[in-house]
């Protein structure tokens, strides 16, 4: 089955504690890109990747990170997380730059006290 | 930056009516897509317009575009309880960074059976 897969679902962690959510896509996508959503603020995009060892801000860059070491796998790596990180993240892929139509996962609640 | 900016915020309607939302940005664009999301889970790809269309339909949904106005419009006809969920809108961000796509807030649509 095609699909975009995140881990874990569900995170509760402390201020500080590093942490890596990965994602993963089984589509042979080129582009992947992480998003964060919070009430009243919609999605914005974190990083982006247009293939593999090729990785860009998005808008709201700042506390995270990326790699893009191979084609199917785009981790979100958290250094030192704080309070204001907190939120509901979601990797999503797309086949080609051009086509731009992204396949979503089901997303990573994040909770960091 | 946000680009697309949904409206209304959110709209509640019977089951068979149409659900008419808006989607306005601020710079020139590619192309405009629209998503839905269902509580709390990943968005789902709807549809895509580009920059030279004025109307797609895909099934009970139509999308129109007007480039003049910076504007878009989803309009669902005969709206299922099924239908309930938030829908986006997301633009490229032409002439800035490739693959950077800005999703706007969001309309929130509830349909009661």
Redesign the interface.
């Known amino acids: 089955e095609a699909q975009?897969t995140q881990n874990p679902r569900y995170l509760i962690t402390v201020t500080g504690k590093k942490l890596t959510v990965t994602c993963s896509q089984n589509m042979n996508h080129e582009?992947m890109?992480w998003?964060r959503q919070d009430p009243?603020?919609?999605?914005?995009?974190i990083y982006?990747?247009?293939n593999v060892e090729v990785t860009?801000?998005?808008?709201v860059p700042e506390g995270y990170k990326v790699s893009r070491k191979e084609k199917r796998n785009f981790p979100l790596i958290l250094e030192s997380p704080s309070p204001n990180q907190t939120s509901?993240y979601?990797c999503?892929s797309s086949p080609r730059?051009d086509s731009?139509?992204?396949?979503?996962?089901?997303?990573t609640?994040l909770t960091v006290t | 930056?946000?680009q697309g900016e949904e409206d209304p915020q959110a709209l509640s309607i019977q089951e068979g009516e149409n659900a008419t939302m808006n989607c306005s940005y601020k710079t020139s664009i590619?192309?405009l897509?629209w998503?839905r999301q269902n509580s709390?889970?990943?968005?789902?790809?709807l549809i895509?317009i580009r920059s030279n269309e004025r109307e797609k339909h895909s099934g009970r949904l139509r999308v129109t575009l007007d480039t003049s106005k910076k504007s878009s419009s989803l309009l669902i006809t005969a709206s299922r309880a099924a239908d309930t969920a938030s829908y986006?809108c997301?633009t490229?961000n032409y002439g800035g960074?490739?693959?950077?796509?800005?999703?706007?807030?969001?309309t929130k649509l509830s349909v009661k059976p």
Not at chain 1, 40 to 45: D, E, K, N, P, V
Not at chain 1, 56 to 59: A, E, F, I, V
Not at chain 2, 97 to 106: A, D, E, P, T, V
């Open positions: 975009v582009y890109s998003y009243g603020l919609g999605l914005r995009q982006y990747s247009m860009d801000k998005g808008d509901l979601f999503a730059l731009y139509e992204q396949y979503f996962g089901p997303g609640r | 930056s946000q590619n192309n897509q998503y709390g889970r990943g968005l789902v790809h895509l986006f997301a490229d960074s490739q693959g950077n796509l800005i999703f706007g807030k969001g």
